[in-house]
């Protein structure tokens, strides 16, 4: 009876492990290889532009650059000025890498 027990515990431990490993490596998957490959894609197709970051992404620069252009001078009303106040990250990313049409 005792061994029966020790081989059902031992088999639940198995599963459960067997269980954890399918989910870190689900999560692996999504989280860091499917858009590691996606960007190597986009690299090789011609698409520029910053590399993937994990969990945060560009939103550290996002929120700097926005900061930065609610900080600065008000701006008269002309396209040109509009837009780098409204959209700073955006129109940051197209000057750097330029129109990806």
Known sequence: MEEEINILKTLT???????????????VHSLWWRPKRIEQQLRQQGVRGTSYKFWYGDLPQMIESSREASLSKPLSLNHQNVVPRVIPFLNQMVQQYGEQI
Do not use: D, G, Q
């Open 13 to 27: 431990i198995s599963f459960a492990l067997l269980i954890i490993l399918h989910v870190t490596k689900k999560l």
